[in-house]
């Protein structure tokens, strides 16, 4: 595997004794991405100020003030217990609102997060979202505690393939660069050269030297990615694996064509875990914070959100404004974070809390990290 690196990706080989990559500083809107730091006392009344304009999901997103007076409790002792454990809280955004709004000290999507993860200095990290994400966390933080409160911490996506399945592809591909999503293990980062997320794929891809380009786990955006890659007028001979994201793949052209017709003037927007189809309907296409960022900037006032329901929350809490239409999707793994378990992996923590990785695969997949960082700067 380390020939490929070599031969195809513009970057020095690892040395474990220096930093990861050369620190970067991002210029970003504060409602977006959101460094909170939560270690104050709140009340429910405080609590519920900022969630009830929050109505998506049924009755898992929503919230009255008397059950805001539930969560209080729980969130003022993780975030007296923060402040004793030197622990920092990351969530992504399709977490729950009570804990984006009452723990989460960054919040974002999973470049934003790895960035966050990379630059704390807390002896702590509980990463309240799925295992790929805490172990990228690891992977950058070796030294530090790495928590994954989630009882259901796997990924439709992630779980998609495996090293074999990449020791394999590289074999068959021999000449190919190959690209994975972050929604991958360790294990799968260990054996790519460069990794990407939904808001730097593109932009990674374009400055590969190589025009063979193996991009995986998901189908759905290597699709999107090889017809990004044609409209921009850049040469990529690109293929992919066939895994998806099942909360992704199930929104459907039929879903757009009645909203459009029943608000005309609505703005679709989307991820690139969405089909083709849908992508190609889509006044917008970007990562969570990207979509966050384009409806914050537009004058449009009504939106259809083809991404997990947690943005929606998001829309709804940060920019009342905005008006959301139809409906949205429910991740059964990041929704599996709760306030409960988070206060629980941080007074007592199990083995199965913690993120472990060999240390051999570790600064492998760091590599595949660090290549990310480097394109994305490029």
């Given at each position: ?6 031969q195809y990706?513009d970057?020095?080989p690892?040395?474990?004794?220096v ?9 970003i ?8 730091l ?8 405080q ?5 009830k ?8 997103c929503q ?5 805001c007076a539930?969560f ?11 402040e ?6 990351l969530?992504h955004?399709y ?13 974002g999507?999973?470049y ?7 630059e704390?200095h807390?002896d ?6 799925v ?20 009882l ?8 998609s393939?495996n090293a074999?399945?990449v ?16 929604n991958?293990?360790?294990?799968v980062?260990a054996?790519c050269?460069?990794c ?5 794929v593109y932009?990674i ?12 786990p ?12 044609k409209?921009?007028g ?5 293929r ?18 009645k909203?459009r017709?029943?608000?005309p003037?609505v703005?679709?927007?989307?991820h ?6 849908i ?6 296409v970007g ?9 914050l ?17 998001r829309?709804?809490?940060e920019f ?8 949205c ?8 974070n709760t306030l409960?378990?988070i ?5 007592n923590?199990?083995d199965n ?10 600064l ?14 490029a």
């Amino acid at each position: 595997m380390e020939q490929y690196r070599s031969q195809y990706l513009d970057i020095l080989p690892l040395d474990e004794h220096v930093p990861l990559v050369v620190r970067r500083s991002i210029t970003i809107t504060p409602h977006i991405i959101k460094p909170m730091l939560t270690t104050q006392k709140i009340t429910a009344e405080q609590l519920y100020q900022t969630l009830k304009n929050i109505k998506v999901g049924g009755s898992v997103c929503q919230y009255s003030l008397r059950k805001c007076a539930e969560f209080v409790p729980l969130i003022n002792e993780i975030n007296e217990l923060k402040e004793e454990k030197n622990a920092v809280i990351l969530v992504h955004s399709y977490i729950s609102p009570e804990i984006i709004y009452g723990v989460g000290d960054y919040v974002g999507d999973s470049y934003a997060l790895s960035k966050n993860a990379l630059e704390t200095h807390a002896d702590v990290i509980v990463f309240a979202a799925v295992r790929f994400m805490g172990e990228t966390a690891k992977i950058l933080n070796p030294e530090k505690d790495v928590l994954i409160p989630g009882l259901l911490d796997g990924c439709s996506l992630a779980d998609s393939i495996n090293a074999q399945d990449v020791r394999r592809l590289r074999r068959e591909f021999p000449h190919y660069t190959f690209v994975c999503y972050i929604n991958t293990t360790a294990e799968v980062k260990a054996e790519c050269d460069v990794c990407v997320t939904s808001a730097n794929v593109y932009k990674i891809v374009e400055n590969i030297p190589n025009k063979n380009i193996y991009f995986l786990p998901d189908k759905l955006m290597g699709q999107n990615l090889a017809n990004e890659m044609k409209a921009r007028g850049i040469h990529k001979n690109i293929r992919y694996f066939d895994g998806t994201c099942y909360v992704h793949e199930e929104y459907t052209d039929e879903q757009i064509f009645k909203i459009r017709m029943e608000y005309p003037q609505v703005k679709i927007v989307s991820h690139p875990e969405c089909k083709p189809t849908i992508c190609d309907q889509s006044d917008f296409v970007g990562s969570t914070t990207q979509m966050l960022q384009y409806m914050l900037e537009t004058d449009s006032k009504e939106f259809l959100m083809l991404t997990e329901c947690g943005l929606s929350s998001r829309l709804q809490a940060e920019f009342p404004d905005k008006k959301l239409v139809g409906t949205c999707t429910l991740c059964r793994y990041m929704k599996s974070n709760t306030l409960q378990d988070i206060l629980r992996v941080l007074k007592n923590p199990t083995d199965n809390d913690r993120v472990y990785i060999d240390e051999d695969i570790r600064l492998k997949a760091a590599q595949c990290i660090q290549a990310m960082f480097h394109y994305t700067q490029a």
